[in-house]
């Protein structure tokens, strides 16, 4: 059975909170088309907030955070060997 992993990242995090407990995830979140990380409103405004004032659906939202926190992962070394690198499109060049 395997062990279910808690987010890291969540769509209630501000875009802040994100980019200081986990720098790594900003050229993810920036080749997706949001540059809400030198935003001035990125201290106060949620990821969902941000996605969603972009036209981003509940989907798009889901599938993104659902990467951020696989990369995560990826880079904390835990349980790295269960991480195909082609579920990870922003990681194939």
């Not at 900003?26 to 088309?33: A, C, P, R």
């Not at 659906?57 to 269960?82: V, Y």
Request: aromatic content about 6%; glycine content about 6%; some cysteine.
């Amino acid at each position: 059975m395997q062990e279910k992993t808690e987010n890291k990242i969540t769509r209630n995090m501000t875009m802040g909170e994100i980019v200081n407990k986990y720098p790594e995830t900003v050229e993810i979140i920036q080749s997706k088309g949001l540059h809400c990380i030198g935003c001035h409103v990125s201290p106060y405004e949620t990821l969902e907030q941000g996605c969603t004032s972009h036209g981003w659906t509940e989907e798009m939202i889901d599938a993104m955070i659902r990467e951020l926190n696989e990369f995560i992962e990826l880079k904390s070394g835990k349980d790295a060997r269960t991480f195909e690198r082609s579920n990870l499109p922003y990681l194939q060049k």
